[in-house]
């Protein structure tokens, strides 16, 4: 069972477009990451937010945690095809030791 | 090297037979995870080591798998009689310390197919 629900599960896009990927859940997460992983290899840490309502910013990329720390919202501006890959949020909770439960995962597509 | 070395790439095995995967983490990383993926899926966590314990090996679906980490460096997952569920990514990943205290960096994981 996925603690982390990510919303959609598949976008395909023109390059400029912007898009939004939601990470949800009932459980209260100390901190939450964002990854994105290419075919065949590792996912790569894009950020981490910790605090309530945080809001990060990372180029064309904005990273929202929400208030009460249960869900989190990644939003691209100007989709180039170099953003393709799949996009997950990982939560690490307070007491649950040092794992990360990851998201189902969004597979994002910009085509020129 | 001075990423997370994983081998082999790939594994292609037969059911009920006996597999280990290896992960080479980067040098001075106490913490090491492993994790496994299915297609188009998030990674499910399977074991943490701190140094040479296993601190969590709460995500290890049954008693088929065991992993190791006798030197607090190199770790092998070993899987007894695999079957074909057991198809999937295993991914490695190794941090300074404990995430998400220090970022994990991920291997670029081993295929492993049970047919």
């Known amino acids: 069972t996925q603690l982390l629900e990510q919303s959609p599960q598949f976008l395909s896009i023109q390059e400029g477009e912007n898009l939004t990927v939601y990470c949800n859940s009932s459980s209260v997460f100390s901190s939450l990451q964002w990854y994105r992983q290419e075919p065949g290899e590792g996912p790569v840490l894009l950020v981490t937010v910790v605090t309530g309502g945080e809001v990060k910013k990372l180029k064309r990329l904005t990273f929202q945690f929400g208030d009460a720390r249960k869900d989190s919202s990644l939003h691209i501006t100007a989709a180039q095809p170099g953003d393709t890959g799949l996009y997950l949020c990982?939560?690490?909770?307070?007491?649950?030791?040092?794992?990360?439960?990851f998201g189902t995962g969004t597979q994002l597509k910009v085509e020129l | 090297g001075a990423g997370v070395s994983q081998t082999p790439s790939n594994k292609v095995t037969e059911k009920g037979k006996y597999v280990e995967l290896r992960c080479d983490p980067i040098?001075?990383?106490?913490?090491l995870y492993w994790y496994r993926q299915s297609l188009g899926q998030g990674p499910e966590f399977l074991i943490y080591?701190?140094?040479?314990?296993?601190?969590?090996d709460s995500g290890l679906p049954n008693d088929r798998f065991f992993a190791v980490r006798p030197e607090g460096s190199v770790s092998t997952l070993k899987i007894q009689r695999t079957e074909r569920g057991d198809s999937a990514v295993y991914l490695c990943?190794?941090?300074?310390?404990?995430?998400?205290?220090?970022?994990?960096?991920f291997g670029q994981g081993t295929r492993l197919t049970v047919v």
């Open positions: 990943a190794s941090s300074k310390d404990r995430v998400p205290n220090t970022e994990a960096f």
């Open positions: 040098s001075g990383h106490t913490a």
């Open positions: 080591f701190q140094g040479t314990g296993a601190a969590d």
């Open positions: 990982a939560g690490a909770k307070t007491g649950g030791g040092n794992k990360l439960t």
